[in-house]
């Protein structure tokens, strides 16, 4: 699926099954809502703290659900996800094409 289909298809799952789009601000807490959650399961599955009983690890769902609220972000307030990360890579491509490779760090 390419991002462009990804809009079309959260923007048809909208109409279909979420009446309309939350507001912008709503969508915003919720998009910090979600990223906590992937937060949660990083530290514990990949970080020092561990799982609580019952408690699910499901990264790819985590991930998922913040793609989502990110789409209906990005749909509802008319940017092009294909275009702004073609930009985006643009961007670092200029401005980072040695950082990295010079980085003693890396």
Not at 47 to 54: A, L, R, T
Not at 85 to 101: E, S
Request: charged share 30%.
């Amino acid at each position: 699926m390419t991002v462009k289909e990804a809009q079309e298809q959260v923007d048809q799952w909208i109409r279909d099954h979420g009446v309309r789009y939350f507001n912008e601000m709503t969508n915003m807490a919720m998009l910090t809502e979600e990223v906590g959650e992937l937060a949660s399961v990083m530290a514990r599955k990949y970080g020092e703290q561990s799982f609580k009983e019952g408690e699910g690890s499901d990264l790819g769902d985590e991930l998922s659900d913040v793609l989502f609220v990110l789409i209906c972000i990005a749909n509802q307030t008319g940017v092009d996800l294909t275009e702004a990360l073609r930009k985006n890579l643009n961007k670092k491509t200029q401005r980072d094409q040695q950082r990295h490779k010079n980085n003693p760090k890396l």
